[in-house]
């Protein structure tokens, strides 16, 4: 019979045997079976008749576990339905599949599930009519698999769901909005104050931390929400089956709270927070990228307005955000394109009356916008990392212009945390010395302390350095902080700028005098100039006259002047004051 396949599904083989191959005598066919039944593969052969002619042991074994009675003369309509488990469906599939291999003389192979054991089963067709089929058992590989492939859908430290299965639950829950309009909130969460933690501290700890927050974080949503980890501190919560806005309202105020209550790692008391942004589906938006962006345009409003807080999306966060990125595009343009400029405002010293410095202040002239303040793209610049070239530039800048000024004066520059911590402020400041031709003495270098908060060893390594080459250093915004007085004592600091806030405070409040005449008292003791910034009326000079201060910065003087102005300004200035 040519054909191996009735109609009626059976597969039929002809008389087929082990036992029945030419050349082998009783003992050496003993001895072929013992062979066969000690590989690990099962072998089974089908006759054209469609019955079970031989099997080896482990075919024996894995069908038996399969709950099939393996036996000679086994008809192979009989062992397929038993197969594919009694689904039509399923043995209409490999019966179609062992017609093609017939066909072709190929080989065909499918995977075989039961109650405890997963069977590869590979069947090739005999030339001369029949079968062989070999049984490999897969299930270890399987299991593996299996483990693996929910290994790729865990972080590793927090053991929470990554991105790719955060992926699938919100396609899931895609399909139920559309399926019967269940709504669902995404919360994207980015922890504050992390960072100093492995900076500080080492990621080890940092680890640790992170672990922590996993669980705080699971301990606050229901079986039904899911709760991932998408980057270093970035954490997403997936709130399904939400009835109303106020359900995410009170979910985002418990996850503020319960993160930014103190923790125990490792004999370390650690303090963090977190900023919110919520996006909710469908009012947001229905698809995860479009969740995901509306979540993250509020969590970065959220920390806009302060961090430790949440915020939903709004419509206008989205147009805020193009804006941002539009500028932040300019920018990018704006150094090459020559459009920073620098203005001066003088520096009085109050002996003598008499101008003795400037302090550079950068403007950007936009094309179509006109002059911009710093106020509006210095945060921008820090941000996105612009903020070190721009600070090279205005270094080089200051020392050209203040070689055409008379010489006593001098020009400070405001050198922000990021630019400090670059390994290149100390050699920009000395190629910018030479080319110019400006003397060090007349170039003043300020800081504040969130220069100081950073890398203290390496920082005062830095400002060492600056002091040898015979540039000032100032801390400025005295006052503000909240370890000022410690930082006058790791550096000598040749001048105190105090903050324009406690000048302001001189008609307002009483302790107004009692803060500058402290702050005075006290850089005149360590031998330090003090500068009052921000004096804008006669009577406040009069007072931090009174006070002690040294010098003094502010609109009564001047306000800041294009550099193109400013040598006619000081070659016209006379005192009035």
């Not at 013992?34 to 099962?42: C, E, K, S, T, V």
Request: proline share 5%.
């Amino acid at each position: 019979m040519n054909s191996a396949l009735h109609h009626s599904g059976a597969v039929e083989l002809q008389p087929f045997s082990l036992g029945a191959r030419p050349g082998l005598n009783a003992a050496s066919l003993v001895k072929a079976n013992h062979y066969l039944d000690a590989i690990r593969y099962g072998l089974l052969m089908i006759d054209p008749s469609g019955d079970v002619a031989d099997f080896n042991a482990p075919a024996e074994i894995f069908l038996t576990d399969l709950g099939i009675d393996l036996q000679i003369k086994l008809s192979a309509k009989l062992l397929l339905r038993a197969l594919s488990g009694g689904a039509a469906l399923r043995r209409r599939e490999i019966f179609q599949s062992l017609q093609h291999a017939l066909s072709s003389q190929s080989t065909v192979s499918f995977e075989v599930t039961g109650r405890a054991r997963t069977l590869m089963i590979e069947v090739c067709p005999i030339v001369d009519g029949g079968w062989i089929a070999t049984l490999e058992d897969v299930s270890a590989r399987k299991a593996s698999e299996a483990r693996a492939d929910e290994m790729a859908r865990l972080d590793p430290l927090t053991g929470l769901p990554n991105r790719l299965l955060l992926r699938e639950r919100l396609a899931e829950a895609l399909a139920r909005l559309q399926r019967n309009g269940e709504p669902y909130a995404l919360l994207l969460i980015d922890l504050d104050r992390f960072k100093p933690v492995n900076d500080t501290l080492g990621h080890p700890i940092g680890d640790l931390l992170l672990a922590k927050v996993a669980d705080r974080l699971r301990s606050t949503v229901r079986p039904t929400d899911t709760v991932a980890r998408i980057g270093g501190d970035e954490f997403v919560i997936l709130q399904t089956g939400i009835r109303e806005a106020g359900n995410t309202q009170a979910l985002a105020r418990r996850i503020v709270d319960l993160i930014s209550r103190t923790y125990m790692v490792d004999g370390h008391l650690l303090t963090i927070g977190a900023s919110v942004g919520v996006a909710l589906a469908p009012t947001d938006g229905e698809t995860a990228d479009k969740l995901l962006k509306n979540a993250d345009l509020a969590l970065y409003r959220a920390k806009l307005d302060g961090r430790g807080t949440y915020r939903f999306f709004e419509p206008e966060m989205d147009a805020r955000m193009q804006a941002r990125r539009r500028l932040e595009l300019d920018m990018r343009q704006a150094l090459a394109r020559r459009e920073f400029q620098l203005h001066y405002q003088p520096q009085l010293q109050l002996d003598g009356d008499r101008l003795i410095g400037c302090e550079a202040l950068i403007r950007w002239k936009h094309p179509e916008r006109g002059l911009i303040s710093p106020l509006d793209f210095i945060p921008l610049a820090e941000e996105i990392g612009l903020i070190v070239p721009i600070g090279e530039w205005v270094i080089r800048q200051a020392c050209r212009d203040a070689t055409t000024w008379p010489a006593g004066m001098s020009v400070a520059v405001n050198v922000s945390p990021a630019q400090f911590k670059s390994d290149r402020l100390v050699e920009t400041i000395i190629s910018a010395l030479t080319s110019s031709g400006l003397s060090a003495r007349r170039l003043e270098v300020e800081i504040t302390e969130g220069v100081l908060l950073q890398e203290s060893e390496k920082t005062l390594q830095t400002l060492h350095r600056l002091r040898e080459l015979g540039v000032r250093v100032s801390m400025d915004d005295f006052g503000t902080g909240y370890s000022s007085l410690s930082y006058l004592r790791s550096f000598p600091f040749d001048k105190i700028k105090i903050d324009r806030s406690f000048v302001k405070d001189l008609a307002s409040k009483p302790d107004g005098d009692a803060i500058i005449r402290a702050i005075a008292g006290l850089g005149k003791s360590l031998g330090m100039t003090t500068v009052a910034e921000g004096v804008e009326t006669p009577e406040q000079m009069q007072r931090i006259r009174d006070e002690g201060c040294t010098d003094v910065q502010g609109y009564l003087i001047s306000k800041p002047i294009p550099a193109d102005d400013l040598l006619q300004f000081l070659a016209n200035y006379r005192p009035n004051l």
